[in-house]
DNA sequence: CCGGTAAAACCTGTCCTACAAGTCTGTGTC
DNA sequence: GACACAGACTTGTAGGACAGGTTTTACCGG
């Protein structure tokens, strides 16, 4: 047997609160000055628990005002997945690329059953755009906002959150080139010609392809190993 | 603008040095004491920074030994989600029930290609063994050791990993009553007859079936809305 | 030369104090 | 009532100190 820490000691003591119904989304925690005093550890030991929380999309913190509880939304915790998969290897990322296949279909074919037309319209002129432009970074946020455009339709936040979290990292990756991105962008139009149709099937069937092309690609080219860091704050 | 925080310094270059490739998964970091020195910031908010990066599965800490750079896998990250599903509203599980239900569908198909007659008899005494019990706990335990028997032969870590973590809070709510555990049982028996004939498409339609059957009988029941604490370390 | 043991160096875990910096509150003035 | 301001409160950061672990080193006996 081990002694338990005194950070386990305040995380539990932590996660009792929100987890009893003491504290509500939205609501402030105690101090750190009193969680230290009800708690029986020190304010540094409050903070590696609180840090621990805060990392996962527990709570959050505001110099001077306090930590509060966050909404407790499936999609924000789902969502600080993005820090890591930026440290994470190629290969895992094609691992991910499973995962993202399968849930982006569904995701799409969710929405084709809910978009509307002036929705439709407006993918359609991120299309325009997107074939027309000749500048990478401007294709790969158009493809991204294209992308996560249709699948934020879908109605289920959770699984919106999932998918820009596995789309995050592919991002950094540069598969586009003039050859291949003809064949991207005949992809975008067959999600959209099913969306228009308000055909499900035909949606998540476009779009695993889509996805799986863009998983060959980037298995074939096998860029550079370099790891990359996220912007400076 | 605002200036950097200094927990913030901490965590861009402790990131800096595992993306950069100076630090490979497994290797040990500085010591807090170095890294302090080297990056201008105290102990404290190093020990916060790592505090952050521990929460995410990145490193792990040894007292006494150092912090240790993780294996940098998908699955493991992934993981650390099921630490905070347990603190979601039921309504949050009830979202999460659909990737549940399309990765554990998914997942299931690819272990019907893939399962060998020994695992097969294995899954099948499980399920002996779950018929006969009368057991709650012991029934919810042979329930998710089958569930997790198949999904881990899809051999997709990350894909087995998440459907761990959106089982793990299910498991909470027991939904089994002698007439849903029948209905459940022959859920299970469809599921094992579709891996024993190596026919994805069955072993699909089988598991998301018997997931989406969970959600039903759990959205029917709408349990006591008391949250539920981790078990103590 | 080898093996084992004890000491030393090192590292993380914890607590304490002190102060800086930001936010909120209540009071008093106009 | 609106506004300004002082005070209380809260988080952010730094530094020191020690406890309790682990790893390395040095020493000694065989």
Chains 1, 2 share one sequence.
């Not at 569904?106 to 991120?126: M, N, Q, Y």
């Not at 298995?219 to 550079?224: C, G, S, T, W």
Request: hydrophobic share 45%; glycine share 8%; net charge negative.
């Amino acid at each position: 047997m081990h002694e338990v820490s005194a950070v386990e000691t305040a995380l539990h003591g932590l996660r009792t609160l929100i987890a009893d119904g003491s504290l509500h989304p939205g609501d402030r925690m105690p101090s750190e000055g009193e969680l230290s005093e009800r708690l029986g550890v020190s304010r540094g030991s409050i903070r590696e628990a609180i840090r621990t929380l805060s990392a996962l999309g527990v709570v959050e913190t505001r110099r001077g005002a306090g930590t509060y509880v966050g909404e407790l939304r499936a999609a924000d915790m789902i969502g600080t997945l993005s820090l890591t998969v930026g440290l994470l290897p190629l290969e895992s990322i094609l691992e991910l690329y499973e995962l993202r296949r399968v849930l982006e279909a569904h995701a799409v074919s969710l929405s084709a059953a809910r978009c509307d037309d002036a929705t439709l319209a407006g993918l359609g002129d991120l299309l325009d755009r997107l074939e027309a432009s000749e500048d990478v970074d401007e294709q790969s946020a158009l493809d991204h906002e294209f992308h996560m455009g249709i699948v934020r339709l879908c109605g289920n936040e959770s699984l919106g959150a999932m998918v820009a979290v596995l789309r995050s990292r592919s991002r950094a990756y540069p598969v586009l080139t003039p050859e291949t991105k003809r064949v991207s962008d005949a992809g975008h139009r067959a999600i959209l010609r099913a969306l228009v149709s308000r055909d499900p099937v035909a949606a998540s069937v476009a779009a695993a392809a889509h996805v799986a092309q863009s998983e060959v690609w980037l298995r074939e080219r096998r860029p550079a190993p370099e790891a990359m860091v996220g912007p400076e704050a």
